[in-house]
């Protein structure tokens, strides 16, 4: 079946702009993640999703960056005022249930260059 | 809290060689390990998991690993390196709550 798809594939923007980066997650997971992959920290966790409960937002770096899943399956993750160290993949990643043995499956990213 | 080392940044293996991926996690509840590959330009994709069941895990594309609670570590290895196994690797954890802590990655470079 189809994987998890993220979009735009590509994308940059000027310092300042806001930008808006979407992720689909495998039909029927119930939870969704956010990662970035940066040069200087690696790997690092920005926000999850599961089901109707509030979502676990204590990766977000600033109050610039936020996130949300409509009707329990699309994901959007927000930037406002862009800076040059959001420059980063952002990945995001899904799993059927927030169980912590379940696998969690990941998109091909969205590369943020940000001038 | 939890965390996680991956020893060395760089692997270079010759082709048909043994590939031994080190990790060591800490963590301060009973952890949930995984190793993932990322090849260019690609999303993460599992390789293997372990979830308290056995300590040898087998995963995809000949890996293995071992989960050795004394030594906190998760190494992966594969008997017989392929040129196609040139990627980054990942050791991540799960201790409390569903995120995963990652390590630094491990690039492996396999010379023919």
């Known amino acids: 079946g189809a994987g998890v798809s993220q979009s735009p594939s590509n994308k940059v923007t000027e310092k300042g702009k806001d930008v808006e980066l979407r992720c689909d997650p495998i039909s029927g997971h119930t939870a969704l993640y956010w990662y970035r992959q940066s040069l200087g920290q690696g790997l690092e966790f920005l926000i999850y999703?599961?089901?109707?409960?509030?979502?676990?937002k204590s990766g977000l770096p600033s109050d610039r960056f936020s996130a949300e899943r409509t009707g329990g399956s699309v994901s959007t993750l927000t930037i406002q005022r862009t800076q040059q160290e959001d420059s980063a993949v952002y990945l995001c990643?899904?799993?059927?249930?927030?169980?912590?043995?379940?696998?969690?499956?990941f998109g091909p990213g969205t590369r943020l260059t940000v001038l | 809290a939890q965390s996680v080392t991956q020893l060395g940044s760089h692997v270079s293996v010759s082709e048909g060689a043994l590939v031994l991926l080190r990790c060591n996690y800490s963590?301060?509840?009973?952890?949930?390990l995984f190793w993932y590959v990322q090849y260019p330009n690609q999303g993460l994709q599992l390789l293997l998991k372990y979830t308290s069941a056995a300590t040898l895990v087998k995963g995809i594309n000949g890996f293995e690993a071992e989960f050795k609670k004394s030594e906190t570590s998760f190494h992966l290895t594969k008997p017989s390196a392929h040129m196609s196994d040139a990627a980054e690797y990942f050791c991540?954890?799960?201790?409390?709550?569903?995120?995963?802590?990652f390590g630094g990655g491990t690039r492996v470079l396999v010379k023919p």
């Open positions: 963590s301060s509840v009973p952890p949930y």
């Open positions: 991540a954890v799960k201790a409390a709550g569903n995120k995963l802590t």
């Open positions: 999703f599961q089901g109707n409960s509030a979502p676990d």
């Open positions: 990643a899904s799993s059927l249930r927030e169980v912590s043995t379940d696998t969690q499956y």
